[in-house]
């Protein structure tokens, strides 16, 4: 398999205002033909550290990119750092800055003679058009390795690499198909998730797994490579079904939808209707189930009950259960489900109410106190969780163990 590098070129990007986007699109690019990134760079206009960064990648990668740097003011200095950090001369192309005065002219404006600087191409590179803007590409082969200069814009830049860098590289890395899939798991721990399929994974020898936590749950991201689409495909879907039976129901996706996706998809197959209270959560779970397109098919409505006065007024709660049981309880935490089942009139209920912090734990309820209610036809019930992390953590995670909640409700109740 080829190895690449990215080196993306311009101080802005070390700055807090500006991100490199176009790495990222490159990746998966280059992972889409076989060829593995294994390192991206950021390099300020410094012509020192450009040239050591260019140079070093030339002699450890297959392919090299670099993005940025070719416009015509003095700090753009990609193109004559390029070529000396492999030996080249700078040529001088007439033709493209007759072509540059005549798209200035089309422009209905004069080219500044400074723009002259980026008709020089590095010397045996085959040059890439640049219908978008006014810097064309490079494209050096060095023995059996490629450089690849590229503008910034991502504009330009895009349409550039696709038409004439994608099928150079293709060719390069030959007939290699890669494909993806990603497992999504909601209740369990990284750690515990690695050791109980770290014997399963490590059997298949030509995927790579990588286990990722983010935010609210886990992530098994599995890649394999073969000389055949269909094998590549094939083994992917093997793996998944032998991890999805070790994880059982903890596992809530094979094919990298989101939580909110999930339930949504439940609900709907079945014909089945949504509402949801939720207080320490402020209306993230609604804005979530929302952002989902047709979920009005299925989520009818939600009520941010933050204040007790309008968990009693609004949802039914008693304000005995209040007083006696605290607004975090299990016991307002299943009114609130059973108030807003009866409110909105839906199949299912769910409901939040917790401590997210930073102020506002107590010793019996610590910050990150949170219970979820659950209301269907037949059945009101509560789970209590803690949860790690600061208050907008606590927030997400709490909106996702309701959500998760509510899945595994509504498979036991469609798996008897």
């Not at 890395?173 to 050791?195: N, P, Y």
């Not at 983010?214 to 991890?243: D, K, Y």
């Not at 609900?267 to 939720?278: D, F, H, I, P, Y």
């Not at 089942?341 to 839906?346: G, M, N, P, S």
Request: proline letters at 4%; charged letters at 25%.
């Amino acid at each position: 398999m080829l190895s690449a590098e990215i080196i993306a070129i311009g101080s802005e990007l070390l700055t807090p205002e500006k991100t490199d986007t176009n790495s990222l699109w490159l990746t998966e690019k280059l992972n889409e033909i076989g060829i593995e990134v294994k390192l991206k760079t950021i390099v300020g206009d410094d012509e020192l550290r450009l040239e050591e960064t260019i140079r070093d990648a030339v002699e450890r990668s297959d392919v090299i990119i670099t993005t940025g740097g070719l416009g015509p003011t003095e700090d753009d200095i990609t193109r004559q750092i390029s070529a000396k950090a492999i030996g080249r001369k700078l040529i001088f192309h007439e033709a493209l800055v007759e072509d540059l005065r005549e798209r200035f002219r089309r422009w209905g404006r004069e080219m500044p003679e400074i723009n002259k600087r980026q008709a020089y191409v590095i010397e045996g590179a085959e040059i890439l058009p640049n219908p978008n803007g006014s810097a064309v590409g490079m494209l050096a082969r060095i023995e059996a390795k490629v450089l690849v200069v590229l503008p910034g814009p991502p504009r330009e830049l895009k349409p550039m690499f696709e038409t004439g860098v994608l099928p150079e590289l293709k060719k390069l890395a030959g007939e290699i198909f890669v494909k993806r899939k990603i497992l999504r798991v909601s209740g369990m721990g990284e750690s515990a998730v690695d050791e109980a399929i770290a014997p399963i994974y490590k059997s298949f020898e030509h995927v790579q797994t990588s286990i990722l936590f983010n935010r609210t749950e886990i992530e098994i991201h599995l890649r394999a490579q073969s000389g055949s689409e269909s094998e590549a495909e094939n083994t992917l879907e093997e793996l998944a079904g032998l991890i999805g039976k070790k994880l059982g129901e903890a596992v809530f996706t094979t094919n990298g939808e989101l939580m909110e996706e999930v339930v949504g998809s439940l609900l709907a197959e079945n014909g089945k209707t949504l509402s949801v209270a939720e207080s320490c959560t402020g209306g993230l779970i609604g804005e979530r189930l929302t952002d989902v397109s047709g979920s009005s098919k299925y989520f009818i409505q939600g009520v941010i009950a933050y204040a007790n006065e309008a968990k009693i007024a609004t949802l039914n709660v008693s304000p005995s259960i209040i007083e006696t049981r605290g607004a975090v309880s299990a016991e307002t935490a299943e009114a609130m489900a059973k108030g807003m089942r009866e409110l909105a009139q839906t199949d299912y209920a769910i409901s939040v109410t917790g401590i997210a912090g930073p102020s506002g734990g107590s010793e019996e309820k610590p910050i990150g106190t949170v219970f979820i209610g659950y209301a269907d036809e037949t059945r009101v019930k509560s789970v209590k969780i803690l949860l790690p992390g600061d208050r907008y953590l606590i927030r997400w995670r709490a909106s996702q163990a309701a959500l998760d909640y509510l899945r595994r409700q509504i498979l036991k109740n469609f798996q008897g």
